[in-house]
């Protein structure tokens, strides 16, 4: 069925699929699908690599703050670059600098003479590439749909991280028991450069850019907006407690799976892939949800008890027994936070869009560097220790901004405002 087949359907169908029906959407998202599956692919090969490499813990949090530092650092600078820059071509060209990266990585390892610092040097480059690359990805996509369809786009959009959950890592662990770990990054790569080829093609409507002040003063306007907004900066702290403590277990997974579970690359892949299944179905469960009266309860509600699986996963040692937990963790995550990304979607001004993002971007990026903290943890206290520790501030952190934070609270019970 063509792209043009797909959206005369979803106009007669719009239900949960309706942003669909924007043609320059689906180039989008078909793009965005493409490169998120080559990114969950590398990934997962770069710590399966770096696990073949060193045996020490600390050397899988090693790649993540390799790869996180430079987008936290850099992140704000993106938002300012995707709010002054044409986005289409500034998308265009991360992606394919990050397929460059990884083809490098790729063919050390099919040449058996990749090292430890050459993943790690290859890593932060990617990382810095990153900073740049997700602020533009994120101040596009409103000006493709009309902005009543903006919620549906944005859990779309979130269902690809969600989806590629199950089917990315799944495939890569069995391409690298196939063919190895060159064969992974190869078709990696593959999916970077789709995506320069889809976005090469879309369409993009004028976009007004800020035409004064200098970039590091466009840049605190952003910084204060998120600053003086407590809605805003409270939904970003919550992207941070669960970039650094809630998924800093993804960095510790081959221990679970090899020296905790006693399995190996493919059991890896099947741990991760239950979480993206419960992922997808709340990310699903959200989006049929429409306009729900209490979002800021199910917000809270989620962050709380995705805290909770998350520290009885760090805690279990059977196979089958964890599977079900990450799976429930993967579904409680989708819930909170899709709302979390849809409120700040539709209420940050379009002039603004880039640099808040941006900031956005930044405490999601911080995930590596969680990683490492626990790769730490790990190294002294044991992996278990270090996973359900985060997983107890996740949950902390959603008690207290329950008890403290009333527009929070009411989040869907009240009309949106128009942010100042």
Known sequence: MSMEA???????????????????YRKYWFATLASVIGFQMVTFSQLWLIRQLEKDPIWLGSVGLATGMPAIVLNLFGGVVADRLDQRRLIMATQTASATLILLLATLTLLGIVQVWHVLVIAFCNGTVQAFDQPARQAILPHLIDRKDLMNAVALNSSIWQGTRIVAPMLAG?????????????????????????????????????????????????????????????????????????????????????????????????????????ALLGTAAVALMGRFAHRGWLLLGGSAIFGGFVVAFGLSHWYYVSIGLLFLAGFSQSVYMISVMSTLQ?????????RVMGIYGMTYNIMPVGGMASGLIASSLGAPFAVALGGSAVSGFAFLSGAFNRRVRRLGSEPVPAEA
């Open 6 to 24: 797909i959206g005369s359907h979803l106009t007669r169908n719009r239900g949960m699929l309706g942003a669909m029906r924007y043609p320059e």
């Open 174 to 278: 069995l391409i690298i028991a196939a063919a190895g770990t060159e064969a992974s990054l190869y078709a990696g790569s593959a999916g970077f450069l789709s995506m320069v080829f889809l976005i090469s093609r879309l369409k993009v409507p004028q976009i007004e850019r800020p035409t004064h002040g200098t970039p590091l003063q466009n840049l605190l306007q952003g910084a204060r907006f998120v600053r003086d907004n407590s809605l805003f900066s409270s939904l970003i702290g919550m992207t941070f407690f669960n970039s650094f403590f809630g998924l800093a277990y993804i960095q510790l997974m081959p221990i679970f799976a090899v020296d905790i579970l006693h399995k190996g690359a493919t059991a890896q892949g099947t741990l991760a892939g239950a979480g993206g299944i419960g």
């Open 346 to 354: 539709a209420r940050v001004p379009d002039q603004l869009r880039g």
